[in-house]
């Protein structure tokens, strides 16, 4: 089958630092389109003598963490006919699916999307003393480049470096809420945007179709308008 061709990631760790910046999206973007067009394709001769790992595409997961060194929203404030309240912690778990295309030994393309909880955020009816209860939710949809530079060898170890681009997606939304009636406009604030994303890290197989992966990302993020009054996430 299908799957069975695909080796299994588990026990993964990401890192992640976003930081303001955005200039190099275009050029991230620019060098995956090139690698793919520029890729050749495996030759199954040349591959015969090396780990079958390094021949093949890739599907699983990452599990980390999510460091920041962006903005944090004041603790407290006020809305429109209510105050709000929030708790940002400095890291968050998180949680990233991903599936790999290879296109040499030394080359793969890789779609990934993520989930991570930036942190609480409760609001107040000041009129009808309501509350609701809910999180910042920020989903990163990258594609990236992948470069093996012993892809080519029979080293078990495999380092790469990735460059590529980012879209993020952020939504405050509601859990729950201690309220008569749920008002629907606390529940509408989301914000979108495109940034890059640079990183390195290292696989380690340890059968044919599964493996390991430590790999450390930076991904600034920055939103064109205020999120729970703040845009550098």
Known sequence: TLLAKLPIFRGMSTIVFPKQRQLLTALAVLIILCGLTLAPAPDASAQATLHPYRSQHQAGIRLGVW???????VPSGTIPDGTYQTDFKGAAFYFEGFVGLRFSPAFMGELSLGLFNRGDVNLRDNVYTDEFFGNLLIYPLMLRAKFYPLG????????????????????????????????????TESATSFEFTLGGGVDLPIASKIALDLNVAYLPLEFSKDLITIRNY
């Not at 460091?67 to 929203?73: A, D, L, R, V």
């Open 67 to 73: 460091s920041n060194s962006g903005e944090t929203p």
């Open 152 to 187: 080519g060898t029979e080293s078990r170890l495999q380092p790469y470096v990735c460059a590529g681009g980012a879209f993020y997606y952020a939504h405050h939304s509601i859990q729950f809420y201690r309220s008569d009636v749920y008002y629907a406009g606390f529940d």
